[in-house]
Antibody, heavy 120, light 109 residues
Framework: EVQLLESGGGLVQPGGSLRLSCAASGFTFTSHALSWVRQAPGKGLEWVSTVTDGGGATYYTDSVKGRFTLSRDNSKSTLYLQMNSLRVEDTAVYYC?????????????WGQGSLVTVSS | EIVLTQSPDILSLSPGERAILSCRASQSIRSSYLGWYQQKLGQAPRLLIYGASSRATGIPDRFSGSGSGTDFTLTISRLEPEDFAVYYCQQFGSSPRYSFGQGTKVEIK
């Protein structure tokens, strides 16, 4: 069974930092690109960042470039999102998602999410 | 940047009725790039359809996707009580980047 388990969320002040982790199991970790998708309270879905299956390339939405860093440890089957210079508008549930194996156009498995609240 | 616009925002139907949800792209996209997701209250989204028309693993055949170019449709042939939820379309764009529609809420009439 594919599982994606996020951790590391919480309350942080504006300008602060958090690191989210996503522990994956139930599939060949190195065969899939992975991403973070977030959802602000009561709002829709927003793509945040993607890392390729081998970890050689990362991509970010414009609003987090230069502040967030995505990485993966294939030996631990774990995905990380380092979030610095956090803003109130970064408040959201952050979902760890797996890209479909046959392509990386869509997301076939989602974690349950980790809530990040940025507030003073 | 390609923008996805879903309609209607809210669809009020009764169990057993057919639901037709629309997703329109601001410019033409490849069908293989288009997916649909279902999100129930308090839960993570779930992939329903990928490549515009292929059902994901375990998805009942009352869910079907169609369309091409700029117009895509998710059809639920007969609504079951568990189908009342919010539905999002999503596309893969160049760079790469990904975007979602604003969502359609299917509510019980």
């Amino acid at each position: 069974e594919v599982q994606l388990l996020e951790s590391g969320g919480g309350l942080v002040q504006p300008g602060g930092s958090l690191r989210l982790s996503c522990a994956a199991s139930g599939f060949t970790f190195t065969s899939h690109a992975l991403s973070w998708v977030r959802q602000a309270p009561g709002k829709g879905l927003e793509w945040v960042s993607t890392v390729t299956d081998g970890g050689g390339a990362t991509y970010y939405t414009d609003s987090v470039k230069g502040r967030f860093t995505l990485s993966r440890d294939n030996s631990k089957s774990t995905l990380y999102l380092q979030m610095n210079s956090l803003r109130v508008e970064d408040t959201a549930v952050y979902y760890c998602v797996r890209h479909c194996g046959s392509n990386w156009y869509n997301f076939d498995y989602w974690g349950q999410g980790s809530l990040v609240t940025v507030s003073s | 940047e390609i923008v996805l616009t879903q309609s209607p925002d809210i669809l009020s139907l009764s169990p057993g009725e057919r639901a037709i949800l629309s997703c329109r792209a601001s410019q033409s996209i490849r069908s293989s790039y288009l997916g649909w997701y279902q999100q129930k209250l308090g839960q993570a989204p779930r992939l329903l359809i990928y490549g515009a028309s292929s059902r994901a693993t375990g998805i009942p055949d009352r869910f079907s996707g169609s369309g091409s170019g700029t117009d895509f449709t998710l059809t639920i042939s007969r609504l079951e009580p568990e189908d009342f939820a919010v539905y999002y379309c999503q596309q893969f764009g160049s760079s790469p980047r990904y975007s979602f529609g604003q969502g359609t809420k299917v509510e019980i009439k």
